[in-house]
């Protein structure tokens, strides 16, 4: 699926039945990790009690060691046996440990998709199928902005060095380049990138901020290929967005989830641009 194409952000019957299953199974799993601990420490308990009764039995045959040096070279054997398996359980002990750390990262993940969702109260409209074919095109362009504009020699040159510094593959499937919008005295017009696929722009979009550790390239700025409606919804999201955070709520920003911009609760500072 296209990183703009808009999907639901409502959950279903089924989803939320998928969503409790999945949580039900990772309670589970939490049960039999439990479970196995306390197995794990009673074993550990027998071999300690092996290792006292084998070391019992060996100073009642200290007297007679010539005569059972067998036994005690089992008995020796045993002791090793108690000691590796002491070793294994500390393993498994740590080895549970990461388990349970995982299944805890694992349900607040699912917590907090649960709480983006029931917090996003947006209703995506239906899309006409005119713009659904226009986002479809555009999903295989990139705008760069900031590139002086001299000449279609010269913006060929820039874009391939733009491109090497971003994702050097994307040259071998770049299709064309072209100037848009209105000539200006005041500032070079927008390159417009299309390539022959959208998942090399997707990769592109994701790498863009590499342009910026480039001392020559830091004013350029690289973005998706948005359609007017696109623009309008995300101009509607950032005017609500800043709106609630005059309100007093924090901890929120921008970001796409299924290639829909959404405002979500987030846990960093950094906000999502494209």
């Known amino acids: 699926m ?9 959950l279903n019957a089924d989803q939320f039945t998928l969503l409790m299953s999945k949580l039900n199974e990772i309670s589970n799993d939490i049960a039999v990790i439990k479970t196995t601990q306390l197995t794990l420490q009673s074993d550990l308990t027998e071999c300690k009690s092996i290792l006292e009764k084998h070391s019992s039995e060996l100073l009642r045959l200290d ?14 054997l045993d002791i ?12 498994s002990q740590n080895s ?3 388990v349970v750390d995982s299944a805890s990262h694992r349900l607040s993940k699912v917590e907090s998709l649960q709480q983006g969702i029931l917090t996003n109260n ?19 362009n990139i705008l760069i902005r900031g590139v002086p504009e001299t000449g279609a020699e010269e913006d060929l040159s820039s874009v391939s060095s733009i491109l090497d510094c971003v994702l050097p593959d994307a040259n071998n499937q770049c299709v064309s380049v072209a100037r848009i ?9 927008i390159l417009k990138v299309s390539f022959s696929n959208s998942v090399i722009v997707n990769k592109i979009l994701r790498n863009k901020a590499l342009i910026k550790s480039v001392p020559d390239y830091h004013r350029i700025i690289i973005s998706d290929d948005k359609t007017p409606l696109q623009v309008k919804e995300l ?14 709520e924090s901890g929120i920003d921008i970001k796409y989830i299924s290639g829909t911009p959404t405002i979500t ?10």
């Not at 296209?2 to 409502?10: A, G, L, M, N, V």
């Not at 007297?63 to 020796?76: A, P, V």
């Not at 209703?123 to 713009?131: H, K, M």
């Not at 101009?235 to 609630?244: F, K, Q, V």
């Open 181 to 189: 919008g209105k000539s200006s005295t005041d500032r070079p017009r």
């Open 235 to 248: 101009d509607s999201l950032r005017e609500e967005l800043r709106r609630r955070r005059g309100a007093g």
């Open 80 to 91: 090793a046996s108690c000691s590796s398996r002491i070793d294994r359980l500390t393993d």
């Open 2 to 10: 296209s990183d703009f194409q808009c999907s639901p952000t409502t």
């Open 96 to 98: 549970l440990k990461v």
């Open 122 to 140: 947006r209703t995506t409209p239906s899309l006409q199928p005119s713009e659904l074919l226009d986002r479809l095109r555009r999903s295989h």
């Open 265 to 274: 609760k987030t846990d960093h500072t950094a906000r999502s641009r494209n």
């Open 63 to 76: 007297k007679t060691l010539t005569g059972h040096s067998h036994s005690i070279s089992q008995h020796d």
